[in-house]
């Protein structure tokens, strides 16, 4: 079983559309994330949500917004996408934030605004 | 969160043991070290993590020397699928918190058949 589960695993728009990207994780874990990983490479955290209330927003357009269905859920909406958004998703989940705290990534979204 | 600093790149023959430095100058006292490694097109994988002593797992060992200002990750025995991103992480493990993790650049372990 994939502990960390993200869908699409590609996603290819064209600009200002509106897309959703799925996150589901089956490690009874309390925390999510969302990560951006950009053409350089570069790995920033955007969002992530403890017992269904957002812990983190760091500086993201707030055409990004994470919902949370349930404890196992945390997807990625993203309003009028430009070309800029184009990068690598990650979703990850850990339990807590305490000492001997794992986190558990996706496989990642590819994702490419035309 | 303290500063990391890694060597860009490293190779490794295969079957030797890698090993590869950190720096983190500036780490409190309630700062844990972490590495992860990302294999390429694949998400971000915990390795290890540790506080002042040195700790050992079924991947991999972390030295941290006394003064806890550096410390090295070590792969007993590179195989090829051990070529990755290798990234230092320090941050406080705060206890119900959510804080997420700061990426730098890593280290492109490359290991050499």
Redo the contacts between chains.
């Keep these: 079983d994939t502990a960390?589960s993200q869908t699409p695993k590609y996603l290819v728009t064209q600009m200002g559309n509106d897309k959703s990207i799925k996150c589901e994780q089956n490690l009874g874990h309390d925390?999510m994330?969302w990560?951006k990983q950009d053409s350089k490479?570069?790995?920033?955290?955007m969002f992530?949500?403890?017992n269904k209330e957002l812990?983190?927003n760091e500086t993201v357009p707030n055409r990004f917004s994470p919902k949370s269905p349930d404890k196992a859920h945390l997807n990625l909406h993203i309003n009028s996408l430009e070309l800029g958004d184009s990068a690598v998703y990650?979703c990850?989940s850990?339990q807590?934030?305490?000492?001997?705290?794992?986190?558990?990534?996706?496989?990642?979204t590819r994702l490419t605004v035309v | 969160d303290a500063k990391t600093t890694q060597p860009t790149s490293m190779d490794c023959a295969e079957g030797r043991a890698a090993n590869l430095p950190c720096n983190h100058s500036t780490i409190s006292g309630n700062e844990y070290v972490y590495w992860y490694r990302q294999i390429h097109s694949q998400g971000p994988q915990y390795i290890i993590h540790g506080l002042k002593n040195n700790e050992t797992n079924e991947m991999a060992s972390l030295i941290i020397t006394e003064d806890r200002k550096s410390s090295t990750l070590i792969l007993p025995h590179a195989t090829l699928r051990d070529t990755a991103v290798y990234y230092c992480i320090v941050r406080v493990a705060s206890v119900g918190g959510a804080d997420g993790l700061t990426f730098g650049k890593g280290t492109h372990l490359i290991i050499q058949p």
């Design positions: 960390v925390t994330y990560y490479k570069f790995l920033k955290i992530s949500y403890n812990i983190i990650f990850a850990s807590g934030g305490g000492a001997g705290t794992e986190a558990f990534f996706g496989q990642g």
